[in-house]
């Protein structure tokens, strides 16, 4: 009995261990960050976002911030007075916890307009490769997909391990 719960708490942990591993951070901007000489759709564009990944907005506190915007019309118009939220910390962390589109500008007067806005479209983190259900101008089919063996092998390692601990134990045991 004291092993199946071994074995159920190894597995718990293993399956935490590969969900936290699989997220991805991704630095809005890559290594121009989030400033106004950056092309955020195109970066967008080239990056697949999943449930559970997080952006990371790197700038120069007091210089920028991220508001988030309600709607694509706000986010269209930058019409920063409905931000849903308001950052400006210079090394902010947003988590994607849910599928969907969501939209983010700079809230220094101006900078929208210049272009410092991102549009981020979330996939569940099972599917990966999904298109995005919002119609965009930036879509495009550049997002990288792993092989299906790749994304199999990546969800049977916790098992896979878990299924070494268990036996390596119990060879200690005897």
């Given at each position: 009995?004291?092993?199946?719960?071994?074995?159920?708490?190894?597995?718990?942990?293993?399956?935490?261990?590969?969900?936290?591993?699989?997220?991805?951070?991704?630095?809005?901007?890559?290594?121009?960050?989030?400033?106004?000489?950056?092309?955020?759709?195109?970066w967008a564009s080239?990056?697949?976002?999943?449930?559970?990944?997080?952006?990371?907005?790197?700038?120069t506190?007091?210089?920028?911030?991220?508001?988030?915007?309600?709607?694509?019309?706000?986010?269209k118009?930058?019409?920063?007075?409905?931000?849903?939220?308001?950052?400006?910390?210079?090394?902010?962390?947003v988590?994607?916890?849910?599928?969907?589109?969501?939209?983010?500008?700079?809230?220094?007067?101006?900078?929208?307009?210049?272009?410092m806005?991102?549009?981020?479209?979330?996939?569940?983190?099972?599917?990966?490769?999904?298109?995005p259900?919002t119609?965009s101008?930036?879509?495009s089919?550049?997002?990288?997909?792993?092989?299906?063996?790749?994304?199999l092998?990546q969800?049977?390692?916790p098992?896979?391990?878990?299924?070494?601990?268990l036996?390596?134990?119990?060879?200690?045991?005897?």
């Open positions: 009995m004291g092993y199946e719960r071994k074995f159920v708490l190894v597995m718990v942990i293993l399956s935490l261990v590969e969900k936290q591993a699989s997220a991805t951070k991704h630095d809005v901007g890559g290594s121009q960050g989030w400033d106004e000489s950056t092309d955020f759709s195109s080239g990056q697949t976002f999943k449930v559970g990944d997080q952006l990371v907005f790197k700038y506190p007091g210089l920028h911030s991220v508001v988030e915007l309600g709607s694509e019309s706000a986010y118009s930058c019409d920063i007075s409905t931000a849903l939220d308001s950052k400006n910390g210079g090394n902010d962390v988590k994607l916890d849910k599928a969907g589109t969501r939209y983010f500008a700079c809230g220094t007067a101006g900078h929208c307009g210049q272009g806005k991102v549009k981020i479209t979330t996939v569940a983190a099972a599917t990966g490769t999904a298109s259900n119609p101008s930036t879509s089919s550049t997002a990288s997909t792993s092989p299906p063996s790749s994304a092998l969800h049977l390692l098992f896979i391990l878990a299924s070494s601990l036996g390596f134990h119990l060879l200690l045991c005897l």
